[in-house]
């Protein structure tokens, strides 16, 4: 049996998208910028896509500016907030210890430059507290970026406490929102946001393209110079049809969000309750405040990566942290922002399944992981270790 369980590293198209994007690619070859009737076609069906986009996160059109991606929309969020804080001298940044990477790394670049990071700790059950977001504020504070819904434990982070208090505060907030949007419901006015990043290929669209959502009155700094394109804010001609497809994407996963959400639940409780069984497992996040489809479990005395391997054999496609850790040593830094130490955090499994993933499945994969990780436990010394007690065990049995 083929089982998909890596829907937040990548999804599948859905066929509305393709078709979108095809029907797109045949029809709309023009450059929205040129004046003739050609090119203001193009420019029709490119707004009409930013219309539909802003419906499904009730921003209007003017606050959608189209990236590459998730990554470059967290790179200008960041880099606009720092520009506009840097005109009134406030040089203090506030996130927390386990966002992304295209987070993380800006703001590690950022404090070699000479400015002030404050990374907030996520607690054992990987959500923040918005006090700490409050009691972290100082004068000088410029940005708070704190993530909707971490890629690789699922946990939701109380998005609309932190935007109020950022509002009170008057410092701008920023989401990267990657794994939330088309997966649970976002509305950037009732969460206080300011700055929000999202991507397509999180929620069966295409890669390499997506937004940055900013608030009116937010002025973006430029990454890329160029053209006039997206108000003069992302210079390049559009790539018109992954926006299309990013747009037949969106409005088909939130107007599905809750049909969605009621049939990838249940399965995603299958998993925990299975998984749990086996013996030293432990699950990573609050058990009932994550998106639907993510699971993280640590096994105690194995190593993740073999785990994937030997479950890709059985034809399984899993994750042991995020797919940008992977193929390096480190144990994944949010495990370790849970207080998890290194040698546990090395036995992590990430599922992280969708609406396209079935019950049959679900019950290969529960029959696939205990049998995988007890033929691992047997010829793992550090598992010998766990079993002579010369070693103590971290999770209860
Ligand atoms: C995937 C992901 C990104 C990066 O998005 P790309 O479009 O692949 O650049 C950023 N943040 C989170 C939380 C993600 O899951």
């Known amino acids: 049996m083929l089982v998909y369980a890596d829907h937040a590293a990548t999804t599948e198209m859905s066929e509305t998208a393709i078709a979108a994007m095809t029907d797109a690619m045949r029809r709309v070859w023009g450059n929205p910028s040129s004046l003739h009737s050609v090119g203001q076609e193009a ?16 921003a209007t059109a003017k606050e959608i500016t189209f990236t590459s991606g998730g990554s470059e929309a967290d790179n200008q969020a960041i880099l606009s907030a720092v520009k506009l804080g840097a005109a009134k ?65 699922g946990t939701i982070q109380p998005i609309r406490e932190i935007g109020a208090i950022c509002r009170e505060r008057g410092v701008l907030f920023h989401t990267d929102a990657v794994q939330a949007i088309g997966h649970i419901p976002v509305d950037v006015v009732k969460d206080n946001i300011d700055l929000l990043s999202l991507s397509a ?32 804010k992302r210079a390049g001609t559009e790539n018109i049809p992954s926006i299309v497809g ?49 699971v993280n479990f640590c096994f105690e005395g194995i190593e993740g990566e073999s785990l994937l391997l030997l479950l890709d054999m059985r034809g399984i496609s899993s994750s042991s942290g995020s797919a940008c850790t992977s193929g390096s040593l480190d144990p994944s830094h949010v495990l370790l922002s849970l207080g998890i130490p290194h040698e546990v955090a090395h036995g992590s499994l990430r599922l992280s399944i969708d609406e396209t993933n079935t019950e049959e499945q679900i019950d290969y994969i529960l029959e696939a992981v205990p049998q995988v990780v007890d033929y691992l436990r047997k010829m793992s010394p550090v598992w010998e270790d766990l079993e002579s007690g010369k070693r103590n065990h971290f999770f209860a049995k």
């Open 201 to 232: 290929h999180k929620f069966h669209g295409p890669k390499g393209v997506g937004v940055l959502f900013a608030r009116r009155g937010i002025r973006l700094a430029t990454l890329i110079e160029g053209g006039a394109q997206e108000r003069g």
């Open 246 to 294: 990013m747009a037949a994407a969106i409005k088909e996963a939130v107007a599905n969000l809750d049909a969605n959400a009621a049939k990838v639940v249940p399965l995603r409780d299958k998993l925990i309750t299975g998984l749990r069984k086996i013996p030293y497992s432990h699950l990573n996040g609050d058990r009932d405040r994550r998106v639907p489809g993510i």
């Open 43 to 58: 420019k029709v069906v490119l707004e009409n896509a930013r219309e539909e986009i802003a419906k499904a996160l009730r």
């Open 89 to 153: 001298n406030k040089k203090h940044i506030i996130s927390t210890k386990f966002e992304h990477h295209a987070v993380l790394h800006v703001l590690e670049k950022l404090a070699k430059e000479g400015y002030e990071i404050t990374l907030l700790d996520v607690h054992e059950n990987g959500i923040v507290d918005p006090e700490d977001v409050r009691n972290a504020i100082r004068p000088d504070t410029a940005l708070v970026t704190v993530m909707y819904a971490n890629n690789e434990i």
